[in-house]
T-cell receptor, first 111, second 112 residues
Framework: GESVGLHLPTLSVQEGDNSIINCAYS??????FIWYKQESGKGPQFIID?????DKRQGQRVTVLLNKTVKHLSLQIAATQPGDSAVYFC??????????FGKGTSLLVTP | NAGVTQTPKFRVLKTGQSMTLLCAQD?????MYWYRQDPGMGLRLIHY???????AKGEVPDGYNVSRLKKQNFLLGLESAAPSQTSVYFC???????????FGSGTRLTVV
């Protein structure tokens, strides 16, 4: 099946800085994308989503950017806080009934 | 507002034993999923259901069976557990394929 990949397995940022987590996908038919946050010992939590007819969407302190030309998705977190430390997954859907998940990027926020 | 509840949260099995993982959702969602999560592998789809009475295979279905006799429950069974099935199992559900999933908190299974 199609794979969803992440550029970096770990990312370390200082508290207060902005974080950018990247994700590449391979299927040009992908039409729906989601970012999830997973804290240690917990299930993934929905952060933000974006559909293929958009290139940017903003939430509270988070922004998702979609570049369909190069099949790239990014999650930007503004003013990163210690509570943002977690593993972040991107997921995409291109057909069928299920989402395909990337392997995850671990975000570590240092004081 | 319980959302998606998974039981048990932890379990240790001996090779060859059987068990059933229960997923219950109280949101009246049509679609339910079982994923497994292994280090460095992300979430991989085991089985899913598009409605009561339906099931379908995902990416890694071997060694597992599922049932969805009631809309709110999705059961994952291991008939003869193997060490390769040591993993964290997540159940998820959604009402609409155009939206994301709600996940349970997971079941950590160890097969020795």
């Amino acid at each position: 099946g199609e794979s969803v990949g992440l550029h970096l397995p770990t990312l370390s940022v200082q508290e207060g800085d902005n974080s950018i987590i990247n994700c590449a996908y391979s299927n040009s038919a992908s039409d729906y994308f989601i970012w999830y946050k997973q804290e240690s010992g917990k299930g993934p939590q929905f952060i933000i989503d974006i559909r293929s007819n958009m290139d940017k969407r903003q939430g509270q302190r988070v922004t998702v950017l979609l570049n369909k030309t190069v099949k790239h998705l990014s999650l930007q977190i503004a003013a990163t806080q210690p509570g943002d430390s977690a593993v972040y997954f991107c997921a995409e859907r291109h057909s069928g009934y299920a989402l395909n998940f990337g392997k995850g990027t671990s975000l570590l926020v240092t004081p | 507002n319980a959302g998606v509840t998974q039981t048990p949260k932890f379990r240790v099995l001996k090779t060859g034993q059987s068990m059933t993982l229960l997923c219950a959702q109280d949101m009246n969602h049509e679609y339910m999923y079982w994923y497994r999560q292994d280090p460095g592998m992300g979430l991989r789809l085991i089985h899913y259901s598009v409605g009561e009475g339906t099931t379908a295979k995902g990416e890694v279905p071997d060694g597992y069976n599922v049932s969805r006799l009631k809309k709110q429950n999705f059961l994952l069974g291991l008939e003869s557990a193997a060490p390769s099935q040591t993993s964290v199992y997540f159940c998820a559900s959604t009402q609409d394929l155009n939206y994301g999933y709600t996940f349970g908190s997971g079941t950590r299974l160890t097969v020795v």
